[in-house]
């Protein structure tokens, strides 16, 4: 599903360097990341999804190079092919819980707002314990039923990789498995896989693999 090989990034202006030699995520396989702060985890996720371009190297997503894709692919293909769950959320304010999820589907053209997206988004909500709090704002939601919406738009377009970036931080121990387990089945049942970055050393035993990001850092392969 995922193989990144000779990755180099480094922000404009700044000391941070980020090196992956090798790095591959097989077809439904569930791979954690570890490691300190700071030391590049999300950044790598960015690069991954085709939010960050990399200076050089190269990163396939089922086959498609996405940094040699143009902005506007790049941003179809992330639609309709990632599910992300970001670390603060990424919600729109001035959207309902409902639509926030909906939200992929304004924006790729080639998804489709049906009725059995639709019907996705509420089930996932109902799995979520979050369907009473549909119709209401982020404004008016806990953190953890922010974190739980953002899970939900990232699964509702059923895509064929999930990236993680702390989904169960901000979730009390018996929210964080409940959670963890919905997102798994639906990954399973969409045949995904699901790279996810987190410090909740509690959960790693429900994962296929884990790689400690210091070693990417020492230029090992993954």
Do not use: W
Not at 75 to 82: L, V, Y
Not at 188 to 195: M, P
């Amino acid at each position: 599903m995922v193989k990144v090989a000779d990755l180099g990034f480094s922000y404009p202006g700044g000391d941070f360097r980020l090196r992956v030699p090798a790095l591959t995520l097989d077809d439904g396989e569930r791979l954690a990341i570890v490691g300190p702060s700071g030391s590049g985890k999300t950044t790598l996720l960015n690069l991954i999804a085709g939010i960050f371009r990399p200076n050089t190297g190269r990163i396939d997503i089922a086959g498609t190079d996405v940094a040699a894709l143009p902005d506007a692919a790049r941003r179809r293909f992330r639609a309709s092919t990632i599910g992300f769950v970001f670390q603060d959320f990424a919600l729109l304010d001035y959207l309902t819980a409902r639509q926030n999820i909906l939200y992929p589907y304004r924006i790729a053209p080639g998804l489709r707002l049906d009725a059995a997206a639709r019907a996705r988004a509420e089930a996932l909500a109902e799995a979520s314990g979050i369907a009473d709090k549909l119709d209401r704002h982020p404004e008016a939601l806990s953190q953890g039923e922010q974190q739980r919406v953002a899970i939900c738009r990232a699964l509702v377009t059923e895509p064929k990789l999930v990236l993680s970036d702390e989904a169960t931080g901000n979730l009390d121990p018996e929210s964080k498995t409940r959670i963890l387990d919905l997102l798994f089945a639906r990954a399973e049942e969409a045949g995904a896989s699901v790279l996810a970055v987190t410090h909740d050393h509690e959960l790693l035993p429900k994962f296929d693999r884990v790689l400690d990001f210091a070693e990417f850092r020492q230029g090992r392969p993954a």
